[in-house]
Antibody, heavy 117, light 112 residues
Framework: EVQLVESGGGLVRPGGSLRLSCAAS????????MSWVRQAPGKGLEWVAN????????YYVDSVKGRFTFSRDNAKSSLYLQMNSLRAEDTAIYYC??????????WGQGTLVTVSS | DVVMTQSPLSLPVTLGQPASFSCRSS???????????LNWFQRRPGQSPRRLLY???NRESGVPDRFSGSGSGTDFTLKIIRVEAEDVGLYFC?????????FGQGTKVEIK
């Protein structure tokens, strides 16, 4: 069974940093592109970033470019989202998701990030 | 960015009756490889999204055949042949043709 379990969310002050993790199981992580998707309170879903199977390519939504870094460790079946210079508008539930057929087919339960002073 | 617009935003339905939702994109979703990467998701209350369809009309494994997708270019439709109680939730579309991928705001399905 495919499982994606996010962790690392919490309360952080504006300008601060946070590192999210996603533990993948039930499939061969190294065979898939992966994504982070977020949903701010009362808002719709927003795709944040994608990473290629081997980590050699990464794509980000403009609003996080230069602040967020998506990485992976296939040997540890783990993905990471390093978030720096956090802003109030980054407050959201962050979901780790598996990419297949130019979309995402499995999602984690999400981890809440709150940026507030 | 490609804007995905869904309608209606809310849809009261009668059990056993059909339901239909629309998703329109601000640009054609035909990829340079000739495929159209339009996805439909279901999100039940308290759960993470579940993909129902990819590439407009291909059902994911385990998705009942009462769900079907159609459309082309910028205009797409998700249909439920006969609504069941477990179909209550939010249905949203997502395009994977253009960077960044973008989502529709969703259609909320509730039972009358």
């Amino acid at each position: 069974e495919v499982q994606l379990v996010e962790s690392g969310g919490g309360l952080v002050r504006p300008g601060g940093s946070l590192r999210l993790s996603c533990a993948a199981s039930g499939f061969t992580l190294s065979s898939y592109w992966m994504s982070w998707v977020r949903q701010a309170p009362g808002k719709g879903l927003e795709w944040v970033a994608n990473i290629k199977e081997d980590g050699s390519e990464r794509y980000y939504v403009d609003s996080v470019k230069g602040r967020f870094t998506f990485s992976r460790d296939n040997a540890k079946s783990s993905l990471y989202l390093q978030m720096n210079s956090l802003r109030a508008e980054d407050t959201a539930i962050y979901y780790c998701a598996r990419v297949r057929k130019y979309g995402v087919d499995y999602w984690g339960q999400g981890t809440l990030v709150t940026v507030s002073s | 960015d490609v804007v995905m617009t869904q309608s209606p935003l809310s849809l009261p339905v009668t059990l056993g009756q059909p339901a239909s939702f629309s998703c329109r994109s601000s640009q054609s979703l035909v990829h340079s490889d000739g495929n159209t990467y339009l996805n439909w998701f279901q999100r039940r209350p308290g759960q993470s999204p579940r993909r129902l369809l990819y590439q407009v009309s291909n059902r994911e494994s385990g998705v009942p055949d009462r769900f079907s997708g159609s459309g082309s270019g910028t205009d797409f439709t998700l249909k439920i042949i006969r609504v069941e109680a477990e179909d209550v939730g939010l249905y949203f579309c997502m395009q994977g043709t253009h960077w960044p991928w973008t989502f529709g705001q969703g259609t909320k399905v509730e039972i009358k």
